[in-house]
């Protein structure tokens, strides 16, 4: 029997409903930020993701799902969600709008990784990216937007970790000093670290094996290596968030999973600290649309898991409503009635009705069962009077009424209720 390969799960209707609620809320603060709506093909050009995250990096190393088509083009199935639209925003002239550029996604990511609570090999991202602009106080608008989104959601309590993993001019002195530093453990490092060390040194900071962690905590700091357009930029963050009344804390470990971040980085956490409790995060990666092709832009985003959202959801205990049901149910007795149902059926859905009728030749109490599951408003019930006298039986379903209605009257009937 066939099923779905593993890290990837059917999104079946009851699930739907949280779905709907995520999304809803995501476009509704999008709105609020004058975000705008964006998609990019679900495969890209594989050099797209391999020259924005850079070797030593899990996506890069060990994650990206790459194929090539029959004009042997390597291709890769969308690893991520900001280099693609990095991408647009380059291809399709957008500098040319005035700035920022603010779009926002809700995208399917695929990386081969082993699948854990809200992370599968094929997982859904809602990102917002503000591209074109270097002001700190976008960085705040960014993390405000983020708490706000959250909050939407019902989902209350979390926290907000900050750093500043500084720019092109200030980063090299740091990661000498993390290569100096890691060098005197490089026996007690784990395997992929002692690759980091050599190709990729600032990712020894967001390894999460437990011995890694723990020389991590002792590192140097970013901070402490910051030039001083970088460090007034950050002190700039953390003033506005404090003016807006957003608390956080300063995580020195913090680099996030891509190296195409400068400056500030951020990530949101629960209160009820899990191994993979992460609820989103961003940064700066004011240099990527020039690693790209493009010219030198600022740009700063956001992104989350739909899944991980959900789980959090449940967890706080979020009531999300189910969908409407249907207006009324259509339940007949005999053939010449049954063509009278479709009939009918069809023209209320041509006024806007949502209406639903049984098939087959169930009895008239099995379909009132039926009606019954549906939860519907109302049932409307066709046999032979009706037939002769052209009107229809109409049931309140609450209160169990029936009042005999013309059928030239049935639309008002139901519209007026």
Not at 124 to 131: D, N, R
Not at 193 to 219: F, H, V
Request: net charge neutral; aromatic share 10%.
């Amino acid at each position: 029997m066939y099923k779905v390969p593993r890290g990837t799960f059917d999104i079946l209707p009851d699930e739907y409903n949280y779905w709907k609620y995520i999304t809803k809320h995501a476009e509704e603060v999008a709105e609020l930020y004058g975000y705008k709506p964006i998609e990019t093909p679900v495969f890209e050009d594989a050099l797209l993701f391999s020259h924005s995250a850079a070797n030593g990096t899990d996506i890069v190393d060990k994650e990206m799902y790459v194929f090539k088509d029959r004009g042997n083009q390597p291709l890769a199935l969308k690893a991520e969600g900001t280099a693609p639209v990095c991408r647009a925003y380059i291809e399709h002239g957008l500098f040319n709008l005035p700035q920022p550029v603010k779009l926002y996604y809700i995208t399917p990511v695929f990386r081969y990784e082993r699948p854990q609570a809200g992370r599968y090999r094929q997982h859904h991202q809602c990102g917002f990216e503000a591209i074109g602009d270097a002001d700190p106080l976008l960085d705040a608008e960014v993390i405000a937007l983020s708490k706000q989104f959250l909050r939407s959601l019902g989902i209350a309590e979390f926290t907000f970790q900050l750093n500043s993993i500084g720019c092109q001019r200030c980063r090299p002195d740091h990661i000498d000093a993390l290569v100096q530093y890691y060098s005197r453990f490089k026996d007690e490092i784990c395997s992929d670290c002692r690759i980091r060390l050599t190709q990729n040194p600032l990712r020894l900071l967001d390894c999460k094996q437990e011995r890694c962690q723990q020389l991590a905590y002792n590192a140097p700091k970013t901070i402490e290596f910051l030039c001083s357009e970088c460090a007034e930029h950050f002190q700039a963050v953390q003033h506005y968030l404090k003016e807006l009344g957003i608390s956080f804390y300063i995580k020195h470990r913090l680099v996030r999973g891509l190296d195409y971040y400068t400056k500030t980085v951020f990530e949101i956490e629960p209160y009820e600290e899990k191994s993979q409790s992460v609820l989103g995060g961003g940064g700066r990666y004011d240099n990527l649309i020039e690693h790209l092709g493009g010219k030198p832009t600022p740009g700063i985003g956001f992104a989350t898991g739909i899944e991980r959202l959900i789980l959090n959801v449940r967890r706080q205990g979020v009531q999300v409503l189910n969908p409407t049901p249907p207006t009324a149910f259509i339940a007949f007795m005999g053939q010449e009635a049954k063509m009278e149902a479709m009939k009918l059926a069809a023209s209320l859905r041509a006024e806007g009705i949502p209406v639903l009728t049984t098939l087959g030749a169930k009895s008239l109490k099995a379909q009132l069962r039926q009606s019954n599951s549906t939860q519907a408003k109302y049932t409307i019930i066709i046999g032979s009077q009706e037939l002769e006298t052209g009107t229809v039986l109409l049931r309140n379903m609450q209160n169990k009424e029936q009042t005999s209605v013309m059928k030239t009257d049935i639309v008002n009937r139901l519209l007026r209720n």
